[in-house]
């Protein structure tokens, strides 16, 4: 299986601030990895997909890169719906794997 | 638009098998270009896939789960189950059904909370 790491596990950021959360995978996945965002008592909703193609209707200060084995997202200007938390997804191999999951906090 | 529903028992007790069924609209469970998934989250936890269906009826399971897994597909309906057999404690979870594009899940469901407890 592949393992997705996520870094950090949570983060503590504020209104404003640029911000970024890596993903590594123990192999190499291409470009196969999204990024999702959760909020409490939600689905997870897809923002980057093919790791750096933004979803429909998403703001455009997320931002994906990375193939292979790195992959980072980033908010270029966190705004108060962003305080969520964040997680990658790889569907290079199966079984699909997550990421652990990134907790974005007001500072 | 699409949507995606699921529904099924809040509460299983543990040995017995759990059953959830996600109901699709605004899209058909026959089209080609999809495969229907579940994934379920433990409280104040991370995400796990269970496994997908595609329409013809092939399946791909999590090897963690596949000897009490399985996924099947009812398109007259426009709907797709999960059953997990013999579950424990630890299977107690919000699970998901959600829509995969091929490049991730693109359509979700709001999440059914499944408790196994006697």
């Known amino acids: 299986d592949i393992q997705m790491t996520q870094s950090p596990s949570s983060l503590s950021a504020s209104v404003g601030d640029r911000i970024t959360i890596t993903c590594r995978a123990s192999?190499?996945?291409?470009?196969?990895l999204g990024w999702y965002q959760q909020k409490p008592g939600k689905a997870p909703k897809r923002l980057i997909y093919?790791?750096?193609n933004l979803d429909s209707g998403v703001p455009s200060r997320f931002s994906g890169s990375g193939s292979g084995t790195e992959f980072t997202l980033t908010i270029s200007s966190l705004q108060p719906d962003d305080f969520a938390t964040y997680y990658c997804?790889?569907?290079?191999?199966?079984?699909?794997?997550f990421g652990g999951g990134t907790k974005v906090e007001i500072k | 638009q699409v949507q995606l529903q699921e529904s099924g028992p809040g509460l299983v007790k543990p040995s017995q098998t759990l059953s959830l069924t996600c109901t699709v609209s605004?899209?058909?469970?026959?089209?080609?270009?999809?495969?229907w998934s579940w994934i379920r989250q433990p409280a104040g936890k991370g995400l796990e896939w269970i496994g997908h269906?595609?329409?013809?009826?092939?399946?791909n399971y999590n090897s963690s789960l596949k000897s009490r897994v399985t996924i099947s597909i009812d398109t007259s309906k426009n709907h797709f189950s999960l059953i997990l057999s013999s579950v424990t404690a630890a299977d107690t979870a919000v699970y998901y059904c959600?829509?995969?594009?091929?490049?991730?899940?693109?359509?979700w469901g709001q999440g059914a909370l499944v408790s196994v407890s006697s």
């Open positions: 959600a829509r995969y594009d091929r490049v991730g899940f693109d359509y």
């Open positions: 605004g899209v058909s469970t026959r089209s080609g270009s999809y495969y």
């Open positions: 269906i595609y329409t013809t009826g092939s399946t």
């Open positions: 192999q190499g996945i291409r470009k196969d």
């Open positions: 093919a790791a750096s």
């Open positions: 997804l790889q569907h290079n191999s199966y079984p699909l794997t």
